[in-house]
């Protein structure tokens, strides 16, 4: 565990760091006490194996790889595979993490037919297990890479074509049992490329009835196999597709209640998302929350300035203080946890930026759970809402409350009360509470 991050040791809990003390913890504190329960158990966080050890600092269309590692070659080959992982497991253990996300692509790569590309997972997931062994490390989440080849340039579940569409649940099939002999905590479906480019070229409800096919077909199989994972869906918004189908949690939520799938799923939340759709960074946090569907959160963010996905490691306490919130008013994320998923910048090219990034991003939302905390336990917020709802105690509010109310009462109820008073939200007022 010492190969390839030489001078770096397992990073440490130091709050009188100095300024450029930028290897240790100065605010996440694994075994401190924070409402209740540890912070490593509230937080339970895992690095993204995608933007960790997969990116390597090329730009689109502005530039080529920058980012050169003693691991890797960038080839497509098992002996890269394998340093890559190995290479990773050093980093997850010098962080102190317990937990690593991951996909079938990234730990091995596309074979020349899908029994060599099977095989060949097969040889990466049995130096997982060992791995795993050795270091107690697991997947907080395992998924099915169903967007990177170009079989799925249409999309997979909500491909036009049959062909393609039997491949990418052929496909998940192996990832669930990849999952369950990983002991995977949960299983992730992140579909960017189904969606449209053009309405006239797409049947949209075709498409996601299809798509629930496979995320039925997919918790039938859950269960056949016995693996134990909760099944999630991140949506987004759009990139690479125009549009697409999972677009928000809302959108989301939608289409699994409509097919009959809401109990067996839950969201995967990437708050950087809302950002591209102009709306606040905790906005899916929430929504999510509210319909008990929030599984799990990725903790990276996005240049707010920019309508694109930027995966910087998240550094905004103010906006994670408000997803803290979220999370421990809901009692935690049960199976889930916080995806480190930001990705060091093209110009990042030591290896030790990695442990730079996530830091930030672990001692971000240390903060954060801390700042919440306090929120919740001085009860300033509940007595507010408490009051502002009050009218839904007794009386009409009450009838409204258990939907028994009809709009002749609301037409009597007005006639007797007359205007309603204006009572201030005291937006300033909470916006100042510290």
């Known amino acids: 565990m010492n190969k390839y991050f030489p001078g770096i040791g397992r990073v440490e809990y130091r709050p009188d760091a100095g300024p450029e003390d930028t290897l240790v913890f100065r605010h996440y504190n694994a075994t401190e006490t924070v409402h209740g329960r540890s912070m490593e158990e509230w937080l339970r966080f895992s690095v993204c194996y995608f933007n960790t050890f997969r990116y390597l600092g090329s730009d689109n269309h502005y530039g080529e790889r920058a980012h050169q ?22 980093l997850l253990h010098k962080l102190t993490v317990r937990y690593y996300s991951v996909s079938d692509r990234d730990m091995a790569p596309e074979g020349d037919n899908f029994d060599e590309t099977n095989s060949y997972l097969e040889e990466m997931v049995t130096l997982a297990a060992e791995l795993q062994k050795q270091t107690g490390i697991k997947p907080l989440y395992y998924s099915a890479d169903l967007f990177t080849h170009p079989r799925y340039m249409n999309g997979a ?3 036009p074509d049959a062909h393609v569409f039997a491949y990418a649940c052929a496909q998940v099939k192996r990832s669930l049992e990849a999952a369950k002999r990983l002991g995977a905590e949960n299983f992730v479906f992140f579909n960017p490329r189904d969606g449209y480019q053009s309405v006239l070229q797409r049947q949209f409800f075709r498409d996601m009835s299809h798509m629930a096919q496979l995320y039925r077909m997919a918790a039938q199989y859950k269960d056949k196999i016995s693996y134990k994972g909760q099944l999630l869906i991140q949506p987004k918004p759009s ?19 409509h097919f009959g799938l809401e109990k067996q799923y839950k969201l995967y939340i990437k708050p950087a998302f809302s950002r591209l759709t102009g709306r606040p960074y905790e906005h899916d946090v929430y929504i999510a929350a509210a319909y008990n569907m929030l599984g799990s959160v990725d903790a990276s963010d996005s240049f707010p300035e920019l309508k694109a996905t930027s995966d910087i490691c998240a550094r905004d306490v103010c906006d994670a203080t408000y997803v803290m919130k979220c999370v421990l008013e809901q009692g935690g994320l049960q199976h889930g946890g916080f995806t480190l998923g930001g990705r060091v910048r093209r110009e990042s090219v030591e290896p030790r930026d990695l442990f730079h990034g996530h830091i930030l991003a672990m001692d971000t939302f240390a903060r954060a759970l801390k700042n919440a905390a306090r929120m919740i336990s001085d009860g300033c917020f509940a007595r507010s809402l408490q009051h502002r709802y009050s009218s839904y105690k007794s009386g009409f509010g009450e009838r409204v409350e258990r939907n028994t109310a009809t709009l002749e009462d609301c037409e009597d109820f007005v006639r007797k009360n007359g205007e309603p008073e204006l009572h201030s939200a005291r937006y300033e007022h909470f916006e100042s509470v510290e």
């Open 69 to 90: 590692r003693a691991w890797e070659d960038a080839s497509h080959s098992l002996d890269n595979y394998k340093r890559r992982m190995i290479a990773a497991f050093e």
């Open 157 to 159: 579940g909500a491909n």
């Open 239 to 257: 990139d690479p597709r125009r549009h697409q189908y999972e677009a928000d949690a809302m959108a989301t939520m939608h289409m699994l209640r």
